[in-house]
């Protein structure tokens, strides 16, 4: 074989690697979004949850936005490890 023929060979193999890796970091990039999403909406739950016992009392409107913010959290975690199509 010639030189020109196995560095094309190679820059080919190259590319397919690159595309397969750069595929791959797009699945890891959207899970790393999604779990700041679920970080963040537990600190929202805990923040929520704290706010409401500061007073030593919970009231139906506190304990409605705690059930809000605890929903929230389960469909970011539902979100989190629903199966990715490659």
């Known amino acids: 074989m ?6 094309t060979l190679v820059s080919i193999g190259l590319g397919l690697i690159a595309t397969v890796f750069g595929g791959r970091w797009l699945i890891v990039k959207g899970k790393a ?7 963040a909406e537990a600190y929202d739950v ?6 409401a016992i500061d007073d030593d009392k919970i009231t139906k409107a506190e304990l409605e936005e705690i059930k809000q913010e605890a929903a929230e959290f389960k469909a970011a975690v539902k979100l989190l490890f629903a199966k990715t199509e490659d």
Do not use: G, H, M
């Open 2 to 7: 010639e030189l020109e023929t196995i560095l």
């Open 46 to 51: 805990v923040n929520v949850a704290v706010k």
């Open 33 to 39: 979004n999604q779990f700041k999403s679920v970080v």
